[in-house]
């Protein structure tokens, strides 16, 4: 288990949570960006020397690319061949908000096939406004769970309850932030992509991402199409459907993924004992949120972090076995035997991060990025429409949002796509509970001439970590040598243990 912890971080964007721009298939705003002299050196909590840590200048507002400037931090560990070498794969964390992409390098050289990491340099980032990256707080003193703002209102009082404090949220974040919240979009992390190019002296970028990242290496292809060489987007999300009606159109997915892990649950009732029918294990799990808090292992243990133990089963068929076994623990008040970090955090030796960061960060991205619907009414009509729909995970995803009270409003969503955006390996899973297969294949068809790799599970981060060997194939060769598949491809569902 402690391999993955480094690699699950966005991955769950979407648990917890018009019209669009037309994007110029040129760099848009500002002009060529100046060249910098990095600075590298060692990477605060990291004992991996050939890991090197560096600063890169990019403007706040890359329409006034004289005005003020923040720092984004990067990583940079070499190409295992430097004759092979083609150039550096940029990469961050999808979400953007619950963990940081500085150290992605690390856990990609040990996943990727020996042929693909000989030809890259592999650099991580945190994007902009995340742990090391000119970090932000709302001045809140704890993160929430994995990052996310996310309330269940069960009744009108309660509903009232959480408008008042979705409101103040929003409020105390424009206090403490409110100067970087109208640059917190995904066209901004592409475009301080572009200036880590420049700083890199690279004339072309390979980029891997997954979920929002994903959608933002569609949006540097779009914008900057000269520039992109060979980019892996893994599960993006449709740009166009960010960030209300996305949020809304997952809850469908969630429960079904849900019904899923509830009968592969159920099929194990000598070995969990929570259920002989997928039913009975959804009543008992869904009990659990409600009853808590429960004493096991020496702590408490809230609703909201038994729900989260739920999801990460929901959403990975990796962590069936490990999520199962950690609520059917609790539920006897024993040690959860496969533990797993609640809330996000730096790693030690980093210092000069908000305690609250992550929240703030996600919050900050999923608000800036379109605006949400203002009057609150409609959320409780929302409530209404959908628990009795999806009465698991409805009552999360419809309630009330701090973007309904966002003092900044307007649409910066990019149209991706265009006739000189080339073609990208785009991948997705029929059972993603976290992003609909629909997103992938919008994303895959407007990048031309891209082929869209799916793969029959419940998955998400497919390469290089929770994929079948039919996906790391498709990938490393893609990245090895640029060839993409003559036509999509189907792959069955990767070996799951437990």
């Given amino acids: ?106 856990d990609y050289a040990d ?67 409110g100067w970087a919240l109208p640059h917190a979009t995904l066209e901004n992390i592409a475009r301080d992509m572009d200036v880590i190019r420049t700083a890199l002296g690279e004339k072309r970028i390979s980029f891997l991402g997954a979920d929002a990242l994903g959608t933002v290496g569609a949006i540097y292809a779009t914008l900057f ?50 259920g002989t029918t997928a039913a009975q294990v959804e009543r008992t799990v869904s009990d659990m949120w409600k009853d808590a808090p429960f004493h096991a292992g020496g702590r408490e243990w809230t609703g909201d972090e038994l729900v989260y133990y739920t999801i990460l089963g929901v959403f990975f068929d990796a962590f069936a076995w490990p999520m199962a076994a950690n609520l059917s623990a609790i539920r006897r008040g024993d040690e959860p035997p496969a533990p797993w970090p609640l809330y996000p955090g730096v790693r030690p030796g980093v210092s000069g991060v908000p305690v609250d960061n992550h929240t703030a960060v996600s919050t900050a991205y999923m608000c800036a990025e379109s605006p949400w619907q203002t009057k609150t009414e409609s959320y409780w009509r929302d409530l209404q429409k959908y628990t009795p729909l999806y009465p698991n995970f409805g009552v999360a995803a419809a309630n009330v949002f701090p973007c309904a009270f966002w003092s900044y409003r307007k649409d910066n969503r990019v149209t991706v796509g265009g006739r000189h955006t080339p073609p990208a390996l785009v991948l997705g899973a029929t059972g993603n509970s976290i992003v609909p297969l629909s997103n992938a294949r919008a994303v895959a068809t407007a990048l031309r001439g891209s082929r869209l790799v799916v793969e029959n599970a419940h998955g998400h981060e497919l390469y290089p970590f929770f994929g079948s060997a039919c996906v790391q194939d498709r990938a490393n060769r893609y990245l090895a040598t640029g060839e993409l598949p003559r036509a999509d491809v189907r792959c069955p569902a990767p070996t799951q243990t437990g």
């Fill in 1 to 106: 288990m402690t391999r993955w912890r480094a690699v699950l971080g966005a991955a769950l964007t979407a648990v917890l949570l018009g019209t669009s721009l037309t994007a110029p298939a040129s760099a848009g705003p500002g002009k060529q960006p100046p060249a910098q002299r990095l600075k590298w050196g060692d990477c605060a909590g990291s004992h991996v020397p050939e890991l090197r840590c560096a600063r890169v200048k990019v403007p706040l507002d890359h329409r006034k690319p004289q005005g003020r400037k923040i720092e984004v931090m990067i990583s940079r560990l070499p190409a295992t061949d430097q004759a092979k070498r083609r150039g550096v794969l940029l990469s961050a964390r999808g979400g953007p908000g619950q963990h940081g992409g500085l150290y992605l390098p690390l």
């Fill in 111 to 177: 996943n990727m096939a020996p042929e693909a990491r000989a030809r890259y340099d592999l650099i991580g980032f945190d994007v902009r406004f995340l742990e090391q990256s000119t970090p932000i707080t709302c001045g809140y003193p704890s993160e929430e769970p994995e990052g996310f703002w996310n309330r269940g209102a069960q009744s009108r009082a309660e509903f009232e309850l959480h408008v008042v404090e979705a409101r103040q949220y929003a409020r105390d974040c424009q206090k403490h932030a």
């Fill in 225 to 274: 199409p000269q520039r992109t060489d060979r980019f892996v987007l893994d599960n993006p999300l449709d740009p166009s459907k960010l960030w209300q009606q996305s949020r809304i159109e997952r809850i469908s997915l969630m429960e079904k993924g849900f019904d899923d892990f509830s009968a592969w649950i159920a099929a194990r009732d000598d070995e969990f004992g929570l």
